[in-house]
């Protein structure tokens, strides 16, 4: 199944895929939250990309309690389910941009790029949890 995650941030949002097999992840870009284009934008992406599928991070703190922001993220998401049409699975993260820019030094990503593909990382991280989180219930690659 194919794939589109997002780190959903109050001034910026990461995006993340992965291929139908769910085994290559792949970073697609950051994008600024300019409320008034972005739905439209990430529904024409989602079309273009053949996604089948949305992943959201629910920002949380290392307790498990939802974070200030995670209000806002959750109701972003299921807005775009609705408007997409596409299933949604919400995965819990913490610390994610902190992995992201582990992830980004290991791939010899310069730091100078970091600020600009953090939040993607972040994404695919989200994503990564996601469908490990699958495989461990045992789901076939067309359930969510």
Known sequence: MRW???????KRLGLAVCDPSEFLFTPKGVWLMEESSI??????FCQEEGIQALCVGFP?????????????????AHELARATGLPLKMIGEHLTSAM???????????????????????AMIILEECISER?????PLDQI
């Open 39 to 44: 739905l439209p934008r990430l529904i024409q």
């Open 135 to 139: 495989r461990r219930q045992g789901r």
């Open 4 to 10: 589109l995650s997002l780190d959903h941030g109050t």
């Open 100 to 122: 992201a820019e582990t992830r980004m030094r290991e791939e010899g990503v310069p730091a100078g790029q970091f600020s600009q593909w953090i939040d993607a990382y972040a």
């Open 60 to 76: 949380q703190h290392q307790d498990g309690s939802p974070s200030l922001t995670a209000p806002a993220a959750k109701s972003f």
